[in-house]
């Protein structure tokens, strides 16, 4: 039976980091309470949100470790493995399964345009080297490497592969994959301004965003979808949409760390080579908040 229970909203937590650009253990701490009492259902860590590629291979099991031993309420933790060699993706999936971890999100080759027969092949290698379940992880706007549902169709045939973060930022998608698979995997949402339409389609699950500085309203939107109760999920989803577009884009990390530091859940703190933003993007990004904050509905 698998470890995980692939449902529900799934934050890809950030990385705190200090001034001296040191992980933050403290903040980290204290934001995994703030999302816990939020009732999310899952905990994601090294995604891109998470700069993952601005840590060392130790600093990423060091996150791992430091996940497994906190309390998290039952919750399954999920590391994203993103590499750009098989080899150490495989090492790290052996390494992080050893540290605790529940399962993993794997993104295809990284710095390399795989083609079709590389991907699969680099996917199921890195599963082979794990007994823990994977969700497989297509952002082809990003990273160039598209995961299409004839390749899902494909790697069904690996029972390791559980789930799909879905954020080809095209909903189609997911109806394809359920006409070429059925529920044979369980589908998430991996782009925070088409919540809202993914699970009206049916996703089994949001791998969110902005929830790291709001989960109550994340999970709210969650539950009144599940209920059936879609015109209050609605309301709710068209106002928090100017910050799910934050989500967006090149700068996506810095904007979204810029709203929890304003919400004083966070710092603005990016690793290099990403900088912070500049004062007229920041200032964008304040607006929008304080326009949702002076406008936030009852949730």
Not at 48 to 60: D, R, V
Not at 74 to 93: H, N, Q, V, Y
Not at 250 to 256: A, L, R
């Amino acid at each position: 039976m698998s470890k995980v229970q692939w449902r529900g909203v799934f934050p890809a937590l950030t990385t705190k980091f200090t001034a001296a650009d040191e992980i933050d253990w403290l903040s980290m701490e204290r934001h995994l309470e703030f999302q816990l009492d939020a009732g999310v259902h899952g905990l994601i860590i090294l995604g891109s949100l998470g700069e993952n590629s601005t840590l060392s291979a130790e600093e990423k099991l060091e996150m791992v470790r430091f996940f497994a031993r906190a309390d998290r309420r039952g919750l399954p933790l999920i590391s994203c493995i993103a590499e750009s060699s098989t080899r150490e993706a495989k090492e790290f999936a052996t390494a992080a399964e050893d540290a605790g971890c529940d399962g993993f999100m794997l993104l295809p080759p990284m710095r390399y345009p795989s083609d079709r027969r590389e991907t699969l092949t680099y996917l199921n290698d890195v599963a082979a080297a794990t007994s823990l379940p994977l969700m497989l992880y297509n952002n082809p706007i990003a990273y160039g490497t598209d995961l299409t549902p004839d390749d899902f169709a494909r790697l069904a045939d690996n029972p390791r592969f559980e789930a799909i973060k879905e954020s080809a930022a095209d909903t189609r998608r997911f109806p394809e994959i359920r006409r070429q698979v059925g529920d044979r995997f369980a589908l998430f949402c991996g782009v925070d301004d088409l919540a809202f339409e993914c699970l009206a389609l049916g996703a089994d699950g949001w791998v969110a965003g902005l929830v790291v500085a709001f989960p109550h309203e994340t999970v709210r939107i969650w539950d009144l979808c599940q209920a059936g109760r879609w015109d209050e999920a609605r309301v709710l989803y068209e106002w928090f949409l100017p910050l799910l577009h934050l989500d967006i884009g090149p700068k996506f990390v810095q904007q979204i760390k810029l709203v929890e530091a304003l919400k004083g859940v966070g710092s603005a703190k990016v690793r290099a080579p990403r900088l912070q933003l500049s004062e007229a993007e920041a200032s964008r990004v304040e607006k929008i908040l304080a326009d949702a904050m002076e406008n936030k509905p009852d949730i």
